[in-house]
């Protein structure tokens, strides 16, 4: 992503331009902030330079400065660079701050050096026009028919710069040229990829559009321009935006800090930083025998410890969270790691020196695997590490915070998480990880409102500072006003729990189903007390975990029979088995990388079994089945032979069966661009964003999606497009159940598309209805 570099005199002027761009563009926006050293006045060449070096090393660099001798500075830092650097900057000539924002919301978006420059540039003439005249601008021409729609501008603000940046954001996500006219000042027609362009429109509140667009997914981008002015621009109410930003970081004790909605809610308390005991294991005995009889008293220690936090999790936020935690045991038990640490110890070694070794030898090896998931299982074998050597120091005991409050902490294991004690713990600041860490998945299903993701600034908050956590938007207010407690909270009061049991529909009246993920029986039964309209998620694999051998079919038609009961009449959606890969199972053969259906279709006498039980079910309840992992229409041809030939096994065995719904999750890329060869063979698709933005990304699953914009990236959103209108054309329903289903921000994008069920963690369920009850969709253009 391209960075922007601010130049100023001033050091406090430049951050602060910098965290204003930052505000408007999105948390993803880079910005490098320079001015004077020591507080004064003046620019420093050796610094500028040295921010442009930085800001390179992210793709390129465009460098605006405010007056005199910072432009002076800027140009000779510029001349310093090698040239292979320099090629890669723009000395831009903008107005710093409209420059800085321009540029930084077209860099956001993934614009190329040039485009942001170019947006850098053209920003003075984007405040020249803003109230002026309209300046007619030349209509594009070539690349096919237009379609048209209008739009009115309902933002109190008219269409500055944050409402701006999101139509702009909104259109760059997808493959189209779309114009926009002011149609009652008649100023443009102006490009919707262009922030700086949009801006010269001068459009007000009450002021209706005229917005055109072409190409591949010009009916597309209209779609979601249209639903991104229902929802008004996503402003929320209150005073303008500018009055909203203050500037970031604990600076003066007081700051925002913007981090990923982690846990949903809104909690306000003081900080309290998490105190972990700092062990030394005191050097050995000398003795083979006491240290192999330590270490092995450890490593029992801790399975128990684990274990005890396992079932608190299960009991608290049920199975799926505490499957988490079932990895960490199987550590414990991993001959990787305690075999050489047995070793160590028989060859003389102390239990602390050998855990130490044993774990860094199994984490060294992970570590060193390009995989992001596999790399950061390598940080939960170091996390063991903490606690064996604990253990072995006899002074093990659960993280503590110093009094009731907001928890920050630099990372936070999923045993920590679950050992949280919930009675003192109000919300949780994590610096590291992503929405779908297990940190935030875990406090989610604790119900705790967290916030991951946000970065280093959250540690040096200072012990006691008021905090205001809101895990909906995944920021943390410093010492917060009033009024912000007063509006956070009453937003989060809205949730409607009261109506979690109603079927949901959008403002113009489009019904939704929300529908529960779940994990076992006790789920389900949880989902409806959470006011599910079904399950659209039953993740059958967790029937799997800490099995020696298989569940046969009787057993599983008993769990899924039972999950059906618990569902009095609502619909069970089973995926099967998805498992191999990184969920892997102890019983079955190890296809390198297979996961899923390829890994199911691999072993079809477990499959068939599966597919048994669940067709065994469906003679009696409304019961679904879809495949995990389908890459392409084979995957599923074999997947629905399979089925039917579990059909014609019981046909010939004379046992009553159903004939449940086919669907198939599209959560591998390949799937989604040939969603339309799947839909002929399926009654709905279930879109698994999780997955889907993993390997879209090549991103690592446990951190935050790079570059998400409105709670999906543009290129998931892209691929959802396809999907959706893969869909709407052969007459297929469209669920999505990855953790996007349940995100504020990308629900309204995700209907406007035609998703029309959303399937999220049973807890998420009343939220989850709330958002969609705020949603207008667009009407016909
Ligand atoms: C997904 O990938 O979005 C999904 C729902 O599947 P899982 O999280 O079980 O991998
Ligand atoms: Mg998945």
């Not at 660079?81 to 993934?110: I, N, Q």
């Not at 009889?293 to 999790?313: K, Q």
């Not at 044993?358 to 390598?378: F, K, M, Q």
């Amino acid at each position: 992503m391209v960075a922007v570099v601010v130049v100023s005199h001033s050091a406090p002027v430049s951050d602060a331009v910098a965290e204003l761009a930052r505000a408007i563009a999105g948390p993803d926006a880079v910005l490098e902030a320079v001015g004077a050293a020591g507080g004064g006045l003046g620019t420093d060449v050796a610094a500028v330079r040295a921010a442009i070096e930085r800001a390179v090393t992210r793709g390129g660099a465009v460098v605006l400065a405010d007056i005199g001798s910072a432009v002076a500075a800027a140009r000779e830092a510029c001349g310093l660079l090698p040239a292979g650097v320099a090629a890669r900057v723009r000395l831009s000539p903008g107005p710093l701050v409209e420059g800085a924002v321009a540029a930084a919301v077209a860099a956001a978006a993934g614009a190329t050096l040039d485009a942001v420059a170019a947006e850098a540039d053209g920003a003075l003439g984007a405040k020249a026009a803003d109230g002026a005249p309209p300046t007619p601008q030349p209509e594009p021409t070539g690349g096919g028919d237009w379609l048209d729609c209008r739009i009115l501008v309902t933002s109190p603000v008219g269409l500055h710069a944050r409402p701006a940046a999101r139509l702009v954001q909104t259109t760059l996500a997808w493959d189209a040229e779309v114009v926009v006219l002011n149609a009652t000042t008649g100023a443009g027609p102006a490009s919707a990829r262009s922030l700086t362009a949009i801006q010269t429109l001068g459009a007000m509140q009450g002021h209706e559009l005229a917005v055109r667009a072409r190409g591949p997914q010009g009916a597309m981008a209209l779609e979601a321009l249209q639903a991104l002015a229902a929802r008004g621009f996503d402003e929320v109410t209150g005073p303008p935006p500018s009055m909203r930003f203050v500037p970031a970081g604990p600076v003066d004790g007081r700051g925002l800090i913007r981090g990923v909605p982690g846990a949903p809610g809104v909690a306000v308390g003081e900080a309290r930083r998490l105190r972990r005991t700092v062990v030394r294991d005191g050097g050995g005995s000398g003795d083979s025998a006491v240290e192999r009889s330590r270490l092995d008293r450890a490593f029992a220690a801790a399975r128990e410890e684990l274990r005890v936090a396992r079932d608190a999790v299960a009991a608290q936020a049920g199975e799926e969270h505490a499957a988490i935690m079932d990895a960490q045991l199987l550590l414990l038990e991993d001959e990787a790691i305690v075999g050489p640490a047995r070793d160590a110890v028989a060859a003389g070694a102390d239990a602390g020196g050998a855990i130490r070794g044993a774990v860094e030898g199994a984490a060294a090896r992970l570590g060193s695997v390009e995989d992001g998931y596999l790399r950061a299982r390598a940080e939960d074998i170091r996390q063991l590490a903490r606690l064996l050597i604990a253990h072995l120091a006899g002074v093990a005991g659960p993280p503590r915070i110093r009094g009731r409050g907001i928890l920050i902490a630099a990372d936070l294991s999923p045993a920590e998480t679950a050992a949280l004690d919930l009675s003192m713990v109000e919300g949780i600041v994590v610096a590291g990880g992503g929405p779908m860490s297990h940190t935030a998945i875990i406090a989610r299903g604790l119900g705790v409102p967290a916030v991951v993701g946000a970065g280093d600034m959250a540690l040096t908050i200072v012990e006691e500072t008021m905090l205001l956590v809101d895990g909906d938007v995944g920021t943390v207010t410093l010492d917060p006003s009033d009024r912000a407690v007063a509006e956070a909270t009453a937003r989060a009061a809205r949730t409607p729990d009261a109506l979690a049991g109603a079927a949901a529909a959008t403002r113009d009246g489009t019904a939704v189903t929300v529908s529960a993920n779940v994990a076992g029986v006790g789920e389900a039964r949880d989902a409806v007390a959470h006011g599910a309209d079904g399950v659209g998620l039953f993740r059958t694999e967790f029937l799997l975990m800490n099995r020696a051998a298989p569940p046969d079919e009787d057993e599983q038609e008993g769990a899924y029979r039972a999950a059906a009961e618990e569902l009095g009449g609502r619909r069970l959606v089973l995926r099967t088995f998805d498992a191999g890969d990184d969920k892997p199972l102890p019983f079955l053969d190890a296809i390198p990388r297979a996961r899923g259906i390829r890994l199911a279709l691999a072993h079809p006498e477990l499959l068939r079994a599966q597919l048994r039980a669940i067709l065994r079910v469906a003679a009696d309840h409304p019961v679904a089945v879809m495949f995990p992992m389908v890459g392409d229409a084979a995957d599923l041809t074999a997947a629905i032979a399979e089925l039917d030939r579990a059909g014609s096994e019981l046909d010939a065995a004379g046992v009553r069966r159903g004939a449940p719904e086919v669907g198939t999750m599209i959560e591998v890329p390949s799937a989604a661009i040939h969603a339309a060869e799947l839909a002929p063979r399926v009654a709905f698709f279930s879109i698994g964003t999780n997955d889907l933005t993993r390997y879209t990304l090549a991103a690592d699953r446990e951190a935050a999606a790079p570059g998400a914009v409105g709670g999906l990236h543009p290129a998931v959103a892209h691929l959802v497009g396809i999907v959706c209108r893969a869909a709407r054309e052969a007459g297929v329903r469209v669920a999505v159940c990855g953790e996007a289903a349940a995100d504020p921000r990308a629900i309204p994008g995700l209907l406007a598309l035609g998703v029309r069920e959303l399937s999220v963690a049973g807890p998420a369920v009343g939220a989850t209805k709330g958002a969609v009850r705020d949603v207008l969709l667009p009407g016909p253009a």
